[in-house]
């Protein structure tokens, strides 16, 4: 398993949305939660932690378990 994590201080929970085609913003979680093996949000005293895991095959990556 190889996993990422990013972390906000503003308020809130993110959401899944459409986003408009101009917007500058709201699409950044869609295409973690379709390429993710595992999604997560974490509710911190301050903002959030999402984390994502993803499998990795056997035999891949470094043998210390470095991808």
Same mark, same amino acid.
């Given at each position: 398993? !190889?996993?990422?994590?990013? *972390?906000?201080?503003?308020? =809130?929970? %993110? #959401?899944? *949305? @459409? @986003?408009? %085609?101009? #917007?500058?913003?709201? *699409? =950044?979680?869609?295409?973690?939660? +379709?390429? #993710?093996? =595992?999604?997560? $949000? +974490?509710?911190?005293? $301050?903002?959030?932690? !999402? /984390?994502? @895991?993803? /499998? $990795? %095959? #056997?035999?891949?990556?470094? %043998? *210390?378990?470095? !991808?």
């Amino acid at each position: 398993m !190889v996993s990422i994590e990013v *972390r906000d201080s503003g308020p =809130g929970v %993110p #959401a899944l *949305r @459409a @986003a408009a %085609p101009d #917007a500058l913003s709201g *699409r =950044g979680l869609w295409p973690v939660s +379709e390429l #993710a093996d =595992g999604l997560t $949000v +974490e509710d911190e005293s $301050v903002g959030k932690t !999402v /984390r994502a @895991a993803f /499998r $990795v %095959p #056997a035999g891949q990556g470094d %043998p *210390r378990g470095i !991808v």
